[in-house]
């Protein structure tokens, strides 16, 4: 089993920026994939960023490409999401994701069913 809890969300205006924080625990993290999902009101669930087990791959959705940026520390079994340059189309329930077994060190999952655990979700709310 693994534990996720993010943190780190909020209000904020356009233009700012937010660092979200996924603290993970129960199980080896770094040797989990981890993504962040993002879920607006009445929409479905959509990927915003992944990143590999080892760190060194990293893929994003086109919508955060050059404004998000996700990374990890594997010292403090914590997953991370930069964003800058928020608009008001970010806003909406921001989840982190991992996934139990990897095919490599380098590869990364960017389908919602790929991923075995999930944590509660931080309410991120751009105002324009």
């Known amino acids: 089993q693994v534990q996720l809890v993010e943190s780190g969300g909020g209000l904020v205006q356009a233009g700012d920026s937010l660092r979200l924080s996924c603290a993970a625990s129960?199980?080896?993290?770094?040797?989990?994939?981890m993504g962040w999902f993002r879920q607006a009101p009445g929409k479905e669930r959509e990927f915003v960023a992944a990143?590999?087990?080892?760190?060194?791959?990293?893929y994003y959705a086109d919508s955060v490409k050059g404004r998000f940026t996700i990374s990890r520390d594997n010292a403090k079994s914590t997953l991370y999401l930069q964003m800058n340059s928020l608009k008001p189309e970010d806003t909406a329930v921001y989840y982190c994701a991992a996934r139990g077994e990897s095919k490599s060190s380098a590869y990364v999952y960017i389908r919602a069913h790929e991923y075995d655990y999930w944590g509660q979700g931080t309410q991120v709310t751009v105002s324009s």
């Open positions: 129960g199980r080896t993290f770094s040797r989990s994939a």
């Open positions: 990143i590999s087990w080892g760190g060194s791959n990293t």
